[in-house]
């Protein structure tokens, strides 16, 4: 089981990373979006960067997401689903989701750091709100990838199920970020975590819920 | 039972008796303003008094307070009746602690009326030495000299004045709504434990006819807040909050639409209306809460609380929701007989 | 198939009707009203307004949508 979703993650890597095209445009998405931000905003601080950060984040996600599924019909990962279980496989996507998210996230954390300077001040918090900020997303956009991959149009369609289903991830995210950043003082900042992290238990357990009937094909 | 005719014909009767009692019961009298806004201790002044359905012309025995922080009051000294709507009421205002600074509540009571009460009607200012020569003082308010208001009457309240009356229909549709959607929820949870295409469309009809509640309960909302809080759309959580319920229930909708496959198409689609549910229920009950909102019952508080709905308006609001329910009902399965007949269409065509 | 539509048809006049009866009352409130105006009861108003007109559009719409399928139904049997 493990060596499975180990496999499926592997794989998932070394189609992305095997070309330059995949990482290059995660690249060029980051430097591009920052670029014109610092164009149109010319200074950012607090809220707006925060805010810029996570609806950047979000994007670059569902960039991502949209094509996950889709790609894996494509003939070279066939093999794949012939020999691992439903469940690894999407644990395994999943696994590949989140390591794609963090490293994101990172990146862009670093190149906003560079182009406006870093509001953050609590790096520990920031480090929480970017952990289960990913865990969530990552979660909530793997699930509607799987409900939307039978579907033909399934790029639009991920999209427009996903980016309102998002919105409490990222809200909650944001607060926690902008605590973080010591704009606001908010002494009740561990319920929203606890919150965060449950609304995500729930998502995730939903999700293996309904495997079963989104993987019949 | 879902053919007879007997619950569709309850639900619209109670929406006919719940809109006449609801547009023909009057309001309790009120205070629409007064005026001056502030005095200084110890001076003698006269509020110009602006009543709604009030009687101060036909009333008897008329009496005003102006009632302080501490529960004591100052009784007017003279009375000035101009018409059933106008009054003038003198006070002296007692010399007490100089440099307090607070404000009074103004109570007007006559027996016909009630006792009508207008909270922060005069800011107390500190006085000059020269005032010091008033002679009255602050007494304790007689609470068995204030009258009721009798008869079956809804509250006033300042500021929503006769839209209180939009509970009804706007807090009720809400209500409504969530009934539609739950039971579009159950119903997609019995298809995807039994597999039978039925619940599939049940659920879809009962979503479809929610979304429409909740696109109503957007518009009204939107009407109320013009009339109350000035503005079309506000940046208010519970407002963005649930145009974002919508957006997610209309996206089922483009998903449903979007699969061709029967099949796969109940079994996504119920799927996506469990895990979106989940999503909603933080989006409407919980971040709402933890933020200020124009809307009553926030900061922890339930969405009701006593305060806000008067057992008089309970009486009209209850009925109003079971109506609308039974109306939605009554629309869900008209939607529902129209996807069985589009099923039979595309089974003659094919 | 036209026992259906005869029941969709009773269903339907049956709620017209009571919507006709309906409107002789908001415009008698609309009225008595008149003077109660800075009350803001045209936003009471304007919110049935809202309500009926929309279950009343979308009533229509399931309506068309009924009729045509139920047309075609028949021309095909």
Redesign the interface.
Known sequence: MLRQIYSVFCQELKLDFRDITSIGSVLLFMVGATFISLKSFITLHGVGWVALYWILLLFSMLNLVMQSFKASRSSSRIAQYVYCSALSIVVGKWCYHLFYILFSGLLLFLLMSVFFGSPIQDFSLFGISLLLGSIGLCTLFTVVALITSLVPQAHLLTSILSLPLSLPYVLLCIKITIVSSGLIADTSIWSDITYLASLTLFAAGLGLLLLPTLWKS | MLRQLWWKLLGAGILVIVLIIGLGTPLKSGILESFPLSAAVGETVTLDVRGYNTHFATATSQSAYLKNSEQRVVSASLIEVKSEQDAAFTFNLPTGDLASRESLTLIVNNEKDGSIILPSALLLKEGSPSNQSSTARWEPLMVNELHRSEGYRFPYRNILHETIRNTFFHVAIWFAMFILFITGLVNSILYLVRRNLVYDKIASAFTEVGIVYGMVGLATGSMWAKFTWGAWWTDDIKLNMSAIAILIYLAYLILRRSIHDIDSKARLSAAYNVFSFLILIPLIFIIPRMTDSLHPGNGGNPALGGEDLDNTLRLVFYPSIIGLTLLGVWLSSLSYRLSILKDRWILNHK | MSNLIN??N??LS??LI?LI??VP??ML?ASV?FL?S???????I???V??FL??IG??IY??R??TR??N??LN??
């Open positions: 029941s969709y009773s269903l049956n709620l009571i009866c309906l009352q908001l409130a009203d109660r800075i009350g803001k009861i045209y936003s009471v304007g919110v049935i809202i309500l929309a279950l979308y009533l399931l309506d949508k009924i399928l139920e075609q139904n095909d049997e």
